[in-house]
């Protein structure tokens, strides 16, 4: 009689569990599918998407840029970005996202779970991108000055991990 209950929970601990997404971002790079570093700026590999390759070089362009709060809510470059005017940038740049989206926002976009190639994390107040491996964050790195391509973990606990429909 236990024996079924004890088959039971574990079963159902096991497909709570499957659910459950990281709550951690770990760069693990992998040939051919992990873009990388150079002097700050991401190559994404050959063999990514068109999407990929154009969200790895709108990022190129205003990595580096400053922190601003608000920054990035227009069409165009702007002078700094704030986490979700980042992302925002980026996703709009590959055609991933029209306009611009808040981090809160950011928790409903696209689909669930990690992507392919891309992962949003987003939660109140914070959102980062992960695109072929690296991080594209305005945060949680060596300085908070604005955008920044990293290969550095950083922990996702309380985030909603989205991805755009196919990528």
């Known amino acids: 009689m236990l024996r079924p209950f004890i088959a039971l929970l574990a079963f159902c601990a096991l497909l709570f569990l499957s659910g459950c997404s990281s709550t951690r971002y770990e760069y693990r790079y992998v040939r051919g599918r992990t873009a990388t570093l150079s002097g700050g700026y991401a190559i994404a590999p050959e063999s990514a998407p068109a999407a990929v390759h154009a969200a790895i070089a709108a990022g190129n362009r205003i990595a580096g840029l400053p922190y601003c709060y608000s920054g990035g ?37 696209g689909s669930r779970g990690l992507g392919k190639w891309i992962s949003v994390y987003a939660k109140s107040g914070h959102v980062f991108l992960v695109v072929a491996g690296l991080r594209f964050d305005t945060g949680w ?18 985030y909603s991990i989205r991805h755009p429909s196919g990528l």
Request: hydrophobic share 20%.
């Open 73 to 109: 809510r227009c069409d165009g470059i702007d002078s700094g970005y704030d986490c979700s005017g980042a992302a925002s940038y980026v996703l709009r740049e590959a055609g991933l996202l029209r306009g611009c989206e808040t981090s809160s926002g950011f928790r409903s976009y």
């Open 141 to 158: 790195h060596d300085c908070n000055e604005g955008p920044r391509w990293t290969t550095q973990s950083r922990p996702a606990s309380r």
